[in-house]
């Protein structure tokens, strides 16, 4: 069986050094350890991780959410914040990123181990229990999508950009422009990134 593939994004290096070792000890691959958003960017590109840890602090900037916010608009996987806090605050800042969970500083071992299994666990048992399906989507929508809307939604729930849905369905960019502007509208949201959080509200009602 091939290795779970974790991506770190820890800025602090002796951090990221330790949670490196304890994963590698019970047969995780470490496929990156990125210290900012550009190279957790490149490194979630490079390395098609099964999951990521996103310190939430990068230096003096909550960069970790916005990494989370891109996983969600471009990648399908989990992740985990590590964080020194766990305070209402901060996880009401975060809980709108959807995190399979956190990790609170410091941890042992055990804590690290069972909190990346559990996401892993938690996160096929969404993707097998939740059907996506224009049924699924519209039962709640005051607005109901069209199935080429749907169709639409479904391409940019799984990453795909502008042009390749435009390259995918034959038809010129504008015309799938107008679509994503209609998807926008029917789910309340202006950014691929809230369109996506959109979806995992309605199919989790």
Do not use: C, W
């Not at 991506?7 to 602090?12: H, K, M, N, Q, S």
């Not at 892993?120 to 059907?131: A, E, R, W």
């Not at 989507?137 to 005051?142: D, E, Y």
């Not at 390749?164 to 015309?175: G, H, P, Q, R, Y």
């Amino acid at each position: 069986m091939s290795k779970i593939k974790i991506l770190i994004v820890e800025d602090e290096p002796l951090i990221a050094e330790d949670i490196r070792e304890l994963l590698e000890q019970v047969n995780y691959q470490i496929v990156g350890v990125a210290y900012n958003k550009e190279e957790a960017y490149s490194l979630l590109n490079i390395t098609k991780p099964d999951i990521a840890l996103l310190d939430i602090n990068l230096g003096d900037n909550t960069d970790g959410i916005l990494i989370a916010e891109t996983i969600n608009e471009k990648y399908n996987i989990p992740f985990l914040y590590l964080t020194s806090y766990s305070s209402k605050l901060i996880l009401d800042k975060v809980k709108h990123t959807f995190p399979m969970g956190y990790i609170v500083k410091p941890f042992d071992e055990a804590n690290l181990f069972t909190a990346v299994e559990i996401a892993l666990s938690n996160f096929q048992g969404i993707k097998k229990t939740v059907s996506f399906t224009i049924e699924n989507i519209n039962k709640t929508l005051p607005n109901k999508l069209t199935q080429r809307e749907f169709e639409i939604l479904s391409d940019i729930y799984n990453g795909l950009s502008n042009s390749d849905i435009a390259e995918k369905n034959f038809v010129s960019l504008n015309t799938i422009k107008t679509h994503v502007q209609k998807v926008y509208e029917k789910l309340d949201a202006h950014t691929r990134s809230a369109t996506i959080v959109k979806v995992r509200e309605l199919l989790n009602k």
